[in-house]
């Protein structure tokens, strides 16, 4: 810099890596002048783990536990993403009961999921008491779910056909009970939310117009963000989804603190969602099928239950929509997987949020866009 012309050089920095906003670490080489991005492009640390092709060449049963180890601790959605597909391909009837205890855990899963996001939005805006909270709270949601299930693995209640065995009502209640407290938590966030230094911290910055995020498919509370009202669970017409009533919050801002809006708006219907799901299992008389029988103790699937060779299954996961592209070729294992993540066309949209941004408001943009680096490694 010419301090006596006040002439600024376009210089390339590389910001990185940038490991407290993901779980891994990549790198985005920036064209800044002065604080202000001109170009960025991303470079992705690949720690590839080749998973589309070790859930080809498993069984059903290793792959449920190769998606739990790899998606830890909150990795329900992208394990029913598998198991759902699995089912369909064989023309397996799902119990409603079954469905409903599904969706419980699976918004459940998505509390935790959006409180934790929205945790470390605030704690880049200086405030990191509520990320403090929210992981102590997520830890106790994981002991209270140890306790029913006896494990922390979600591949001990899910199973073709349904789940493994039948759930109690005041079981489900104990863990409605301790959600329900988080409402304390969202009320304080929200407090934040209302104060004048938050709102210059994420108001109009990292705008993704509605245009944008169809150009880059965008999906979940990112494009809902956006003004985009597309969601899985009010799209499949064969869900039990279709016996609660929800809503799905939307904005046209398409800004940081549109997202973080956005997520707090889900937990609320989550939480209503958990409530209902319990209110329907106790009214009614759900019975679950008896579908063990279709499953071996080794994982493999019993020939000639195959209705059709190939599908494209997706389920509404915390981050968006995740998809999973199965072919068969009627064995125990599958001739071709491939994965279809919402953090994946997050992430492309990245160098073109930035290009209008500042080099101070990157770290806080990627995650309001809550990007999980193990949808793109993959």
């Given at each position: 810099m010419q301090i006596g012309n006040y002439n600024?050089?376009?210089?390339?920095?590389?910001?990185g890596p940038v490991g407290f906003v993901t779980n891994n670490d990549f790198y985005i080489e920036i064209v800044a002048d002065g604080d202000n991005i001109k170009n960025a492009e991303l470079n992705f640390n690949y720690k590839y783990?080749?998973?589309?092709?070790?859930?080809?060449?498993?069984?059903?049963?290793?792959n449920l536990k190769l998606i739990q180890n790899i998606w830890k601790p909150l990795s329900f959605c992208y394990e029913l993403a598998l198991l759902s597909g699995a089912e369909k391909i064989i023309g397996l009837p799902i119990s409603?009961?079954?469905?409903?205890?599904?969706?419980?855990?699976s918004e459940s899963e998505r509390i935790i999921?959006?409180?934790i996001g929205l945790a470390e939005v605030i704690k880049l805006t200086g405030i990191s008491i509520f990320f403090v909270q929210s992981m102590r709270f997520r830890n106790n949601f994981l002991k209270k779910r140890e306790l029913i299930f006896k494990k922390q693995n979600f591949y001990q209640l899910l199973i073709l056909g349904g789940v493994k065995k039948d759930i109690e009502i005041d079981d489900l209640y104990n863990i409605y009970s301790f959600l329900i407290n988080i409402k304390s938590l969202i009320f304080e966030m929200e407090k934040i939310?209302?104060?004048?230094?938050?709102?210059?911290?994420?108001?109009n910055i990292g705008t993704i117009?509605?245009?944008?995020?169809?150009?880059?498919?965008?999906?979940?509370?990112?494009?809902?963000?956006?003004?985009?009202n597309y969601d899985i669970r009010k799209i499949n017409f064969n869900s039990a989804y279709n016996m609660i009533s929800f809503e799905i919050p939307l904005s046209d801002a398409g800004d940081v603190y549109s997202r973080c809006y956005i997520r707090i708006e889900e937990i609320k219907q989550s939480l209503d969602?958990?409530?209902?799901?319990?209110?329907?299992?106790?009214?009614?008389?759900?019975?679950i099928y008896e579908n063990q029988y279709l499953?071996?103790?080794?994982?493999?699937?019993?020939?000639?239950?195959y209705s059709i060779r190939q599908i494209y299954n997706s389920v509404e996961s915390p981050r968006g929509e995740f998809g999973m592209f199965l072919v068969t070729e009627e064995t125990d294992r599958l001739y071709r997987c491939k994965i279809n993540g919402a953090s994946t066309n997050a992430a492309q949209a990245l160098e073109q949020i930035f290009s209008s941004s500042s080099f101070s408001d990157i770290g806080i943009i990627i995650k309001s866009l809550d990007i999980h680096i193990n949808e793109i490694s993959r």
């Open positions: 600024q050089k376009r210089k390339s920095i590389n910001y783990k080749n998973l589309e092709k070790l859930i080809e060449n498993n069984n059903l049963l290793y409603i009961k079954d469905e409903l205890i599904r969706i419980f855990f999921s959006h409180l939310m209302s104060n004048i230094a938050f709102k210059n911290r994420t108001i117009s509605k245009k944008l995020a169809e150009a880059f498919s965008l999906s979940g509370p990112n494009a809902r963000a956006s003004g985009i969602i958990l409530l209902q799901c319990i209110n329907l299992l106790k009214s009614s008389e759900f019975n499953i071996e103790d080794n994982g493999k699937i019993n020939k000639g239950q």
